[in-house]
């Protein structure tokens, strides 16, 4: 599968954009056992023209992460044109996302991210402005459409095909539908059809390798996309994670912490922010009475407490 020039192999896995998880420590991880391609935290245009400095943050790329991609979304074409020029001059990211998706209230009621699914022509004219802005090749990440009874999908790829963006991230659900029920792959896989020369990389609900490539087999997609399973996993795109033992994941996951406590200078951020992997991960799941630990971990505020509490964790699952 290629983006523009960007060769990712055949049937490429890639990390979702998500906020406040794909920051960079994370995106090394999941570069490192086997995402194709990464891509940063959404970046609000609006915030990013007026030099906010959380937002320009996120311009932080390195390049053992390449190819990266930043996700940028905003109201206005002006302000997600400008910011679309901001992040190739500061940044030079591998490709510039628009997003189209987001379904969250703050971001899709005021008429931004999936917000657009009630605008298609001002997606359109967004997306065109940006693709003739921009060097940097551009795509763009959406869902089926507002809710059941507006699907766009596919006759909407064919449509942002024709703005000349070079990939197309379908999620399989409406915004109504946010995250609940499963995501629908079909309309992806009539996506992939209709469109004539770009990629569709399919997302939602892939948990794994093997789901991976059930998906590329059925529908057709080019690449697929792996969002909510990696947290506290950032080894779920290797193909050999089976070889890790639970030793190796608990030393992977420490290594992001101590990452988050270089990047960002606080220890006590970084815990926080390294918190929402501890507790989302799966290598706790069947340890007997494990609650009262997994409170003591959660709430840890020092590294060194954090680390006594993994070390009895440790202990606990090697007795098994």
Request: glycine fraction near 8%; aromatic fraction near 4%; proline fraction near 4%.
């Amino acid at each position: 599968m290629k983006i523009a020039d960007i060769d990712l192999g055949l049937r490429p896995l890639m990390l979702a954009p998500m906020e406040d998880v794909t920051d960079i420590g994370f995106r090394r991880l999941c570069k490192r056992y086997g995402a194709a391609m990464v891509y940063s935290e959404f970046v609000a245009a609006e915030a990013l023209v007026r030099n906010i400095k959380a937002t320009v943050r996120k311009l932080t790329i390195s390049d053992d992460e390449r190819p990266v991609g930043i996700q940028i979304y905003g109201r206005t074409t002006d302000a997600v044109v400008e910011a679309a020029r901001i992040v190739e001059a500061e940044a030079h990211p591998d490709i510039i996302d628009l997003n189209f998706g987001c379904p969250v209230k703050k971001v899709a009621g005021k008429g931004a991210g999936a917000g657009m699914l009630q605008n298609i022509p001002l997606m359109l004219e967004m997306t065109e402005a940006v693709v003739n802005a921009v060097n940097t090749p551009v795509t763009v990440k959406t869902r089926l459409g507002w809710d059941a009874g507006h699907l766009v999908m596919p006759q909407l790829a064919v449509q942002l095909e024709a703005c000349g963006i070079k990939a197309l991230t379908i999620h399989g659900r409406t915004r109504a539908q946010m995250y609940t029920g499963e995501a629908d792959w079909t309309l992806i896989g009539e996506a992939k059809k209709a469109v004539k020369s770009i990629p569709i990389i399919g997302n939602g609900d892939i948990t794994s390798t093997a789901e991976a490539d059930e998906a590329f087999e059925k529908y057709g997609v080019d690449g697929v996309m792996i969002g909510r399973a990696t947290f506290g996993q950032p080894w779920l795109f290797s193909r050999e994670a089976h070889l890790l033992t639970v030793d190796d994941k608990l030393r992977i996951l420490l290594e992001l912490l101590h990452t988050n406590i270089e990047l960002i200078g606080d220890e006590h951020k970084a815990i926080l922010h390294t918190r929402r992997h501890l507790a989302a991960t799966p290598l706790f799941k069947g340890i007997p009475n494990f609650r009262e630990t997994r409170i003591r971990m959660l709430r840890a505020d020092n590294v060194d407490e954090l680390e006594g509490v993994i070390g009895e964790i440790r202990e606990r699952i090697s007795n098994l």
